[in-house]
């Protein structure tokens, strides 16, 4: 349910802030936490019509609360419900415990959790919320694997019990949510790392308006709706000459495909005339395949010296390869200062430069996956995916340029931008997982960068275009998803505007 997530991202601590503004201004907490379980209550009646039966696992936090007051609703519809309480629920204070007063009073029936119980129904979990930050302990371990052994549809109170709200990554364990309903501010953890294969499906519910008074969002949520005019309608009198001459490096032996998806990608992409810079034997299969390319075939990068002089945007790494023929290419391609684009083999090839690798400039983009980040920042990949804001930002600062840090939940950001949030994806699927999509990528940022748009929001709208068309091509299949498969969409979605 893209549509319908908010357009921010707010962190754990962020979003306890929020709440904390909002009883300020007059909603009370247990309101809120009234508010809270209706949403859950009318989601699961909307997810899981023929149900009838529940059981709740509440912890000792709102969490709890919200699952206790869930659990008041569902009674009095006539449910079967059963709550199990993994802490001692007159340890409870404030909200959560009028929560749990105002179920038992109901006639809920309550009980401890024990390993010998048998889920049944919809399981909600309520056992953990934002606030977690060391590995999960006992007895949380072992209802949350008894919740995951148990084959039942989960619905998750917030976020799974376990996941970093922040981080996206499970804390040593975590729920497996069918359903994750989150409130106040949309969690990035959600939406990134390891958070989708968690929360199954995402549905948000703000509860009240945002206090007038707010922290700045940890990230934005890219959309169609804030970027399909970012262009601008062409003139009449438009020529090619006005939408950038765009110039691509790669292809060295046997790599041809990367550097052919990557020049049909910017063409299908709106840069007015496109050439690319390849090994010879790739000449006759790009133009066979695209008669409307320029292509040079150059065994000796020098020969390139002109082409490379004329262009306006670069494009280097698709298929580029490690030999010398690549590297005289990229330090060609350095040299030149106009806005470019860096992926693949030239960011490997950045990397083993290290201490000698040179700031990128504003007008640069970088698209590492989290293996190519590692390599740039000199850490590990679970180092990477384990903080990947983090990671982002050390990438933007050691390198002066647009960063798309790809995967689960892309996220992007440009140098220079304090009061500018990064931005995350929340759109793309598993079907994008295949050969050329990384290629397809770069051409459609080059397009955009050659079209005028400045390196940080040409990164966003090309990541932004690049998984909603994903997502149309591959229309819910998980398999067989080709990169050239995108082009369709790419064109449609270009065009794209609002009403004017």
């Known amino acids: 349910m893209n549509d319908v997530l908010p357009n921010w991202f707010y962190t754990a601590q962020q979003t306890r802030e929020l709440d904390a503004g909002i009883i300020a201004e007059g909603i009370s907490g247990f309101d809120l936490m009234q508010r809270a379980a209706l949403a859950l209550w009318q989601n699961l009646l909307q997810r899981w019509p023929e149900g009838g039966q529940i059981s709740v696992l509440c912890g000792g936090g709102n969490n709890a609360g919200d699952g206790y007051l869930l659990a008041r609703l569902a009674h009095q519809a006539g ?56 590995e999960v302990r006992a007895p949380f371990t072992e209802a949350i694997k008894a919740i995951n052994a148990s084959g039942l549809a989960v619905l998750a109170v917030d976020l799974p019990s376990g996941l970093h709200a922040d981080r ?18 949309l969690k990035p953890g959600l ?49 090619k000459g006005l939408f950038g001459h765009l110039v691509l490096l790669g292809g060295d032996q046997g790599m041809g495909g990367a550097i052919i998806l990557a020049a049909e990608a910017a063409l299908r992409s709106g840069a007015g005339k496109v050439s690319v810079v390849t090994r010879d034997c790739h000449v006759m299969p790009l133009l066979a395949r695209c008669p409307e390319l320029m292509v040079k075939g150059v065994e000796q990068p020098a020969d390139a010296a002109g082409l490379i002089a004329a262009a306006d945007v670069l494009v280097i790494g698709p298929g580029l390869g490690r030999a010398d023929w690549g590297l005289e290419l990229l330090e060609m391609g350095l040299a030149r200062k106009v806005p470019k684009v860096l992926d693949a083999d030239a960011l490997n090839t ?78 793309g699927n598993p079907a994008m997982a295949t050969a050329g999509m990384g290629d397809v990528l770069s051409g459609l940022a080059g397009a955009l960068l050659a079209q005028g748009l400045t390196a940080p929001d040409a990164a966003r709208y090309a990541v932004l275009l690049h998984a909603l068309a994903g997502d149309q091509a591959a229309a819910g299949d998980q398999r067989g998803l080709l990169a050239s498969d995108l082009f369709l969409s790419l064109r449609q979605l270009l065009n794209q505007r609002d009403s004017e």
């Not at 449910?79 to 009073?105: E, I, R």
């Not at 996206?168 to 501010?185: C, E, N, R």
Request: some cysteine; aromatic content about 6%; overall charge neutral.
């Open 79 to 134: 449910y079967q419900v059963q709550v199990y309480w993994l802490t001692d629920p007159v340890q409870l204070k404030a909200d959560a415990a009028l929560a749990w007063q105002a179920a038992l009073t109901a006639g809920v029936e309550i009980q401890p959790w024990t390993e010998a119980i048998r889920l049944q129904g919809v399981v909600v979990d309520a056992l953990l919320g934002t606030g977690l930050q060391g």
């Open 168 to 185: 996206g990554v499970p804390l040593g364990m975590a729920v497996k949510a069918t359903l994750t309903l989150s409130f106040i501010g």
């Open 350 to 427: 950045l990397a083993e430069m290290g201490d000698a690798g040179r700031a990128l400039g504003n007008t640069a983009i970088i698209t590492p996956h989290p293996a190519e980040a590692a390599r740039l920042l000199r850490i590990s990949t679970t180092e990477v995916q384990a903080d990947r804001l983090k990671a982002l930002q050390r990438l933007v600062e050691r390198w002066g340029c647009a960063v798309v840090l790809k995967g689960v939940g892309s996220l992007i950001a440009g140098p220079d931008e304090q009061a500018r949030p990064p931005a995350l994806c929340t759109y």
């Open 191 to 239: 939406c990134m790392a390891d958070g989708p294969d968690y929360c199954g499906e995402l549905r948000f519910a703000p509860l009240a308006d945002l206090p007038r008074a707010r922290p700045q969002p940890v990230a934005e949520r890219l959309s169609m709706a804030l970027w399909q005019n970012c262009l601008g309608r062409r003139p009449r009198a438009a020529h």
